[in-house]
Every structure is written in structure tokens, then in C-alpha cells.
């Protein structure tokens, strides 16, 4: 099956930096779009970042200009690097990819959340 392993949350200082990273691994799995997703308490669950096998970026605005997505394609790694960090980026930190498994149909997976609490 499946699995999707993120690192790299933590506490951070308002202005600091965190980066995050995510390695998905499957038998006979291949990958495509990959991104990051979070979640704050008592809000859904809301779209960060993605970046698709060939490099296509897209961010929410709350995230342009102060994160970056980046992917190991070979490794099947997705890295989101954090940057200028406001206390409103506090939220368990979700990675999401499309796998599909050989002669199969793609479907969605996600990890297990990584959480980051930047304070003022």
C-alpha cells in the first residue's frame, strides 16, 4: 500500500523558517501531483501548495511569496520550505499525492499531519 511520511514540523518564532518534508512510497506505485494541505483548529482543511510531476506549481495566496514547493521526483519527495512565519500559519501540516498503482486508476493519500505552531 501506500504510505506517506512527513517530517519536519515544529515550534517556530514568528518571522522563523520551517521546512517540511514528505516521502510517499508504494509497490508498483507511481506518482503525480503532489502538494500540502493544513488544517487549523476549528477550520477546514485548506489547500498550501501543490506541485505536479513536471514542476507546475500552484499556492493559496496566503502562502505566495513566503513558502516554496519543491519535489524529488526520483525519491517521489515533496518539500514545502516555510518562510516569514505568522502566528495564522499554526495548523497541522497535511501531505497529499495521486498515486496509481500499475494498470490501475489514481487515487488520492494522505499523511499522517505534521504540526506547526509558529508564536508571536
Known amino acids: 500500500q501506500v504510505q506517506l511520511v512527513e517530517s519536519g514540523g515544529g515550534l517556530v518564532q514568528a518571522g522563523g523558517s520551517l521546512r517540511l518534508s514528505c516521502a510517499a512510497s508504494?509497490?508498483?506505485?507511481?506518482?503525480?501531483?503532489m502538494g500540502w494541505y493544513r488544517q487549523a483548529p476549528g477550520k477546514q482543511r485548506e489547500l498550501v501548495a501543490t506541485?505536479?510531476?513536471?514542476?507546475?506549481?500552484d499556492y493559496a495566496n496566503s502562502a505566495k511569496g513566503r513558502y516554496t514547493i519543491s519535489r524529488d521526483g526520483a525519491k517521489n519527495t515533496v518539500f514545502l520550505q516555510m518562510d516569514s512565519l505568522k502566528p495564522e500559519d499554526t495548523a497541522v501540516y497535511y501531505c497529499?499525492?495521486?498515486?496509481?498503482?500499475?494498470?490501475?486508476?489514481?487515487?488520492?493519500?494522505w499523511g499522517q499531519g505534521t504540526q506547526v505552531t509558529v508564536s508571536s
Open positions: 497529499s499525492a495521486r498515486g496509481t498503482k500499475l494498470g490501475g486508476v489514481g487515487n488520492d493519500y
Open positions: 508504494g509497490t508498483m506505485f507511481s506518482f503525480d501531483a
Open positions: 506541485i505536479s510531476r513536471g514542476g507546475s506549481t
